[in-house]
């Protein structure tokens, strides 16, 4: 008798034990899940915003998409702004200052002149959400300084390195009247030189309302964008702006939108 009362006992101890590690294990998972900033989704900022859109693109009737790349400027741009400009289309660059801005400043002068967007994407490519306040403002000031000095405006949209954000980083993003944009398409074409599989990466994520996230600086890159844009409009998709996408909403200080 007393060794089974001492076996229910340890079944007893063990259920229990198990049970609440299942509880910490779920509140951990919430805990890592929930975010802590204010996001929204383009779709979302239109559908709250008011009054008429700039430009012969409305995206609350057109099927749109943007179209942004980032890390540059670098030598293989100006191929890139050759193909949008041949075909009447705008992109978003969000653009990196140390050995980018501070090396190539006749190419970032070339991007807003010819009316594509600006945005910054930190002078060091570090992780925002691994420094302290005053570096992370630091990363994005010297970008907004070095891109107004060159351009002569200051973008009001940054891209976090990595997409990797928090709190910290939305506060910083106010305070310099940045909003911050993630995306819904990624081809990884940081890690192959394949055209013809980063176009198929590209076309397999597209939906409307989409962002699409891209890199000029390598290699496989620019040679799919033609394939890219020419399957998009077969689709029916407008290819625009980040802002041409919020529109007639206004990109909101430090705000996180992802679609």
Known sequence: MLFNTRTRRSRILIAVATAAAAIVAVAVTLALTVTTYDHTS????????????AGDVDCRKAKCVALS???????????????????????????????HISKYPDI?????DEGDEIGNHTWNHRRLTDLDE???????????????????????????????????????????????????????DYETTDSALITERVLDQTHRD?????????????PAVPGILNALKERGYTVVTVSQLLAPAKPQPGMVYRP
């Open 42 to 53: 383009p779709r979302a900022a239109r559908g709250k915003a008011s009054g008429t859109v």
């Open 69 to 99: 790349f980032d890390g540059g400027p670098s030598p293989t741009t100006p191929k890139l702004l050759d193909i949008l400009k041949q075909r009447h289309l705008h992109a978003t660059f969000f653009v990196q200052g140390k050995g």
């Open 108 to 112: 970032l002068r070339r991007i807003a």
């Open 134 to 188: 005053d570096d992370a403002r630091q990363e994005l000031s010297r970008t907004q300084d070095a891109i107004e000095k060159i351009t002569g405006t200051r973008p009001v949209l940054m891209r976090p390195p990595e997409g990797r954000t928090n709190r910290k980083v939305a506060k910083v993003c106010r305070e310099l009247g940045l909003a911050q944009v993630l995306w819904s398409v990624t081809a990884k």
């Open 210 to 222: 989409g962002i699409i996230l891209l890199h000029d600086l390598h290699k496989g890159t620019v």
